[in-house]
């Protein structure tokens, strides 16, 4: 029996969309679904004699989310043309950045299942113009639209530092969360923001010899779901083929496939990849990028911590768990208004609480961020110290939180909203203070116990009954006061009169 | 009338002692008389030109202002796009092409209130010395219908030698504004690269291609380079303002440049006609005469210029070509099989001879494997060629040389030798691979009564002060005052 192990080796090509208003080279709005052609000038169509003009906003994204990715950042960058033939290619070339990328030799942490990060090495990052898409509806004819010809897209090629599909996939989601912290881009896998080309092959060890086999570049993937689903079959299909036919990497011998999302298998596209020539030569029509210190610091001043790390900090500093410091860490606006909450005097568990539980929720329901659903993260602050406090219990917190949206959303008591003291008004409105005075609510728990003798006799005997009685007990005095008793004063009272 | 110059015509109509409606029917009755000889004309524009002629002449005698150029009528040279009219780079391929915008010089002849009268035929897409190269029309010399106008701008260089405009625009990327001024004894300024914007002329060598004066008299051409020269937004290689301003390039024409000191190369325009040498011998001493302290001097590199040309420049048109392929416009194939044949066919159909040689001499270049050895040793050259001008102007103010070692040659003589025709251009590519400006003058005929010209280089953005070196020369003689037999 022959001694066999492997090890799947993955980099990853990934195409993001950034999020300006106007494209690359000319000023078309650039707007996913706009009816076809419609977001089109002479100089994205590439008409005789149009110059592009570099969208500098496009630029300080890829620069910033480079530095994100702790990429060297050279000062002097240029543009090339990439030729090629293609009919959603007006020009025929398309201008991106060939020997000079703007970002170069980075990293990024990301997440494993096991808590613990994995850096993976950033080969580099470059800025390009995406192609329009060839629409192939009816009859021997295809159409093209060209609304997406001339889209600002960031390029970042990893180094072959994964080692699974789960792998590849928390590259993936991270990414993600990274561009939309440093708001970027919107990352909407739907829209195609986000586009993934895995290169896949395997190192395998038998009878002590290492072998590679042949690179698989996997074309176009755009689910999280496909790339690492496509990356866990090519990794079995590509050992059942070594061990069928014993092949073995060649020089230059590597295939595209596609992925077949409903049979879920990759798919053959081209045996050897084709002779392609792409002619890149440096673009004359623009001046080359030059990164002056002061512009440099001005890009800079927009970085914000990083998801990953304030998700580590959370855990580290506000002792969360990592689930719940994922949670809060997925969207910035999120963690902005936690961090904010926090800020203002919100205990950073409570905090996380109320926001995981109702905020995330109401404003999933409403498909907007937390922050926009017009509670302040003062009033979650307060919402969070009243608990503390035993004013109010968790379940009055939700109520006030959906109170204080309900009022939000009607725009007359906007005023009324974004009083300091709205916490306390709608609390004691609804009456949600809860009783914590001892005095009150032993006469109420006196009544409860002379009501209840079966329930005390349970209690007192102790035994198997015993916990459940309690929790009735403690039920009939809740019941009794509205909800509004203090649930551990009561708890304290219980004990003490039995025992 | 057509002997007036641009500015001549311009301060009449000015003064109300004629006006642009009266000018412009002028130039279409000499278009209809010696158009078909000539051949100048890719496409004309009469009904709109007179419309436009007619709202100066009221803006004048309402007494509302109007522009530099106000009721001139000019050319423009066919691959500079235009909303009216087609755009053909007189190629079968954009043969039926309307541009859907003007290109930024267009736009700034019609604030100045030029009248355009057409759009004047040249090599295809620009790829030429002889305007043989245009896939639409022949365009003949004035001064000899036996005889090419030059190239590429033939047309240009024709239509204001024959009286057929008063001013053109002509494009430069190897000497196309500057040889056939000096084939048809006008005058031709191709500006530093950068000095007038780009957007909207149909590219040919990118780093290479700009857009120029071709007049009269240097008072013309400092006229109509004020108009077009400056920044444009939409042309990122166009000079910042802050860093080279353009300015009123007529101002001190008159003033001559005190203590002028000019460099001559004499080994490198050796090769020159006989004619050529005795026309710049003679120009030599019209500027010692006037003082002027000449040096002979080496550029060594400049040998290499139209070797490194021919792989930049063809590089760049077999990227900036690509476009025309059947898919979004210009000539589409009949019945292709399948894309790729669109593609192929469309080209093969429509582009000329020329123009498939040049992309596929630059495909040649870029390709992988080649790149290092053609198109990066030619930049490494184009490099060394810039330091051997830049060391020049340290010490001179301006060198001069031919701008072509022939004058006007035979329809036909060099069509089957291109090299014999690339080598047209060796003493004028230098100018474009540097990026300085230069400019074509008359300075005499040769045995056949054929026009010669100078060529006068300066310092980049040395504009102002070139002009008014060649209107020392321009003053002193009378060369620019003859005109063609045929007139």
């Known amino acids: ?499 | 009338m057509e002997q007036l110059s641009a500015k001549e015509l311009r301060d009449r109509i000015a003064a109300g002692q004629t006006s642009s409606v009266e000018a412009t029917m002028a130039v279409f009755e000499r278009i209809r008389q010696f158009e078909p000889t000539i051949g100048a004309y890719i496409s004309t524009c009469e009904e709109k030109a007179l419309e436009a002629a007619a709202d100066v002449d009221k803006r004048i005698v309402a007494g509302e202002p109007v522009g530099q150029l106000a009721g001139v009528p000019v050319a423009v040279k066919d691959n500079m796009c235009t909303t009216f009219g087609a755009t053909t780079c007189a190629s079968r391929i954009l043969e039926n092409f309307h541009a859907p915008y003007n290109a930024t010089v267009v736009d700034k002849l019609l604030a100045a209130d030029a009248v355009i009268v057409g759009k004047a035929n040249m090599d295809e897409f620009a790829m030429g010395s002889s305007t043989e190269n245009s896939g639409l029309k022949q365009t003949v010399n004035p001064w000899d219908t036996s005889r090419v106008p030059g190239g590429s701008s033939g047309g240009a260089a024709a239509a204001v030698a024959g009286g057929l405009c008063f001013a053109a625009l002509g494009s430069d990327t190897g000497g196309s504004i500057r040889q056939p001024a000096s084939f048809c004894g006008v005058v031709g300024l191709k500006p530093t690269y950068g000095r007038v914007s780009r957007f909207g002329l149909v590219a040919y060598g990118s780093s290479l291609d700009q857009i120029g004066p071709i007049t009269q008299t240097l008072a013309d051409t400092a006229l109509v380079l004020n108009v077009i020269a400056g920044h444009d937004p939409a042309d990122s290689t166009s000079v910042n303002e802050a860093m080279a301003a353009a300015c009123d390039y007529l101002e001190e024409l008159e003033e001559p440049v005190e203590k002028l000191k000019i460099a001559i190369v004499p080994e490198y325009t050796a090769g020159a006609d006989e004619s050529v040498q005795r026309a710049l011998s003679d120009a030599i001493e019209v500027y010692k005469k006037l003082g002027a302290e000449i040096t002979e001097i080496d550029m060594p590199h400049l040998d290499y210029a139209t070797a490194a040309y021919y792989v930049i420049a063809t590089a760049e048109a077999s990227s900036n070509l690509a476009r025309y392929d059947g898919v979004h416009y210009g000539h589409r194939t009949q019945s292709p099989k399948d894309y790729v044949e669109v593609y192929s066919k469309s080209r093969a159909e429509a582009f000329g001879q020329e123009v498939k040689r040049r992309i596929m001499l630059g495909t040649y270049a870029l390709s992988s494997g080649y790149y290092d050895a053609y198109y990066l040793k030619a930049l490494k050259v184009r490099n060394l060629i810039r330091g051997d001008f830049t060391s020049a102007f340290e010490k001179y103010d301006c060198i001069i040389m031919p701008v072509a070692p022939t004058t006007a040659f035979k329809i036909g003589e060099k069509t089957d030798d291109p090299l014999q025709m690339y080598l047209s251009d060796i003493y004028t590519i230098g100018a474009n691979l540097a990026g300085i400006p230069g400019i074509s003058i008359p300075c005499g005929f040769d045995e056949d009564n054929l026009p010669v010209g100078l060529q006068i280089l300066a310092p980049a953005f040395g504009e102002e002060k070139l002009l008014r070196i060649a209107r020392m020369f321009e003053k002193e003689t009378d060369w620019h005052k003859r005109t063609p037999p045929i007139v």
Not at chain 1, 113 to 123: A, F, L, P, V
Not at chain 1, 133 to 162: C, Y
Not at chain 1, 177 to 189: H, K, N, T, W, Y
Not at chain 1, 249 to 264: N, P, Q, V
């Open chain 1, 1 to 499: 029996m022959a001694q066999l192990q492997h090890k799947v080796i993955v980099g990853l090509e990934i195409h993001v969309q950034l999020c300006t208003k106007s494209k690359m080279f000319c000023g078309c709005a650039v707007e996913f679904g706009a009816e076809p052609n419609s977001r089109v000038c002479p100089v994205c169509l590439g008409m005789p004699g149009v110059l592009p003009v570099m969208n500098k906003q496009a630029y300080e994204y890829s620069v910033l989310t480079a530095m994100a990715l702790d990429c060297r950042i050279p000062t002097f960058t240029k543009w090339d043309r990439k030729s090629y033939y293609y009919p959603d290619l007006p020009k025929n070339y398309q201008i991106s950045q060939y020997d000079l990328p703007l970002g170069e030799n980075g990293f990024i942490e990301i997440p494993l299942e096991s808590g613990r990060t994995k850096r993976i090495g950033i080969t580099r990052a470059h800025l390009e113009e995406d192609a329009g898409k060839n629409l192939h509806t009816a009859g021997n004819f295809s159409q093209v639209d060209l609304n997406r010809t001339g889209t600002p897209l960031l390029e970042i090629v990893t180094e072959p530092d994964m080692n699974s599909g789960a792998e590849v996939r928390a590259l993936a989601v991270e990414l993600q969360r990274m561009v939309r912290f440093l708001g970027v881009s919107e990352a909407d896998m739907q829209k195609g923001h986000m586009r993934f080309e895995p290169n896949i092959n395997l190192a395998i060890l038998k009878d002590g010899v290492e072998y590679r086999t042949s690179i698989v570049e996997i074309k176009n993937l755009n689910s999280f779901r496909a790339l690492e689903r496509s990356v866990n079959h090519e990794e079995h299909r590509q050992l059942d083929e070594f061990l069928d036919t014993g092949k073995v990497m060649k020089m230059g011998s590597k295939t595209t496939r596609g992925w077949d999302d409903e049979r879920e298998v990759t798919v053959l596209q081209r045996e050897k990849e084709e002779a392609h020539d792409y002619r890149y030569f440096p673009e004359p029509d623009l001046m080359p990028v030059k990164l002056a210190p002061r512009w440099l610091d001005d890009i800079r001043s927009h970085m914000c911590e990083l998801p990953l790390k304030r998700q580590m900090r959370y855990v580290e500093q506000y002792k969360l768990s990592d689930y719940d410091a994922g949670v809060l860490t997925a969207e910035r606006s999120t963690a902005d208004f936690f961090d904010e909450a926090v800020e203002a005097g919100g205990e950073p568990k409570r905090v996380c609480n109320i926001l995981a539980q109702t905020g995330l929720r109401k404003a999933n329901e409403k498909g907007c961020s937390i922050a926009q659903l017009g509670v302040q993260a003062i009033d979650v602050a307060k919402l969070a110290q009243e608990i503390e406090t035993g004013r109010i219990n968790a379940s009055s917190a939700k109520t006030i939180f959906e109170e204080i949206v309900k009022l939000k959303a009607n725009v007359f008591s906007r005023a009324t909203v974004e009083d300091p003291l709205t916490v306390q008004r709608i609390a004691e409105q609804l009456n949600l203070i809860q009783k914590s005075d001892a005095g009150e609510l032993e006469a109420i728990v006196d009544q409860i116990i002379a009501e209840n003798p079966k329930a005390v006799e349970d209690v007192t005997s102790g035994g198997k009954k015993s916990k459940k009685a309690k929790g009735f007990l403690l039920g009939q005095v809740m019941q009794k006061t509205k909800g509004q008793a203090n649930p551990k004063v009561v708890s304290e009272i219980l004990a003490k009169k039995l025992g």
